[in-house]
């Protein structure tokens, strides 16, 4: 009796660990349809703000300058300069004389 016992603990044991794999190929399935199905409508639907959006800020500016500051010692710190002003400037500060870059219009 026990033999029989232990054979049938081992066929339900496998039967579980097919169904429960079986549930893992369906899930993976599932979510590579979703995924696929994301990637589709974010390409049919982009975000239109973003192309007619006019940003005046520095990080755009064709006035900017960018370079390494050797002051700060094992560092490699970017600063940003004002070709107008020659003042240290952040990329999120606003220019009444900004105008875009060129090379990010393509």
């Known amino acids: 009796m026990s033999t029989e016992l232990s054979i049938a603990i081992i066929i339900v044991l496998l039967i579980l660990l097919i169904v429960q794999l079986s549930f893992l190929v369906i899930i993976k399935k599932f979510i590579s349809k979703l995924t696929s199905f994301t990637k589709f409508k974010s390409i049919q639907s982009p975000q239109k703000d973003l192309l007619n959006k006019s940003v005046k800020t ?8 960018s370079f390494l500051n050797v002051e700060i010692e094992e ?21 009444s004389r900004f105008m875009i870059e060129k090379t990010r219009m393509k």
């Open 58 to 65: 520095c990080k755009n500016c064709q006035f900017r300058q």
């Open 75 to 95: 560092k490699f710190v970017f600063t940003y300069l004002c070709k107008f002003n020659g003042k240290e400037i952040s990329l999120r500060d606003s220019c």
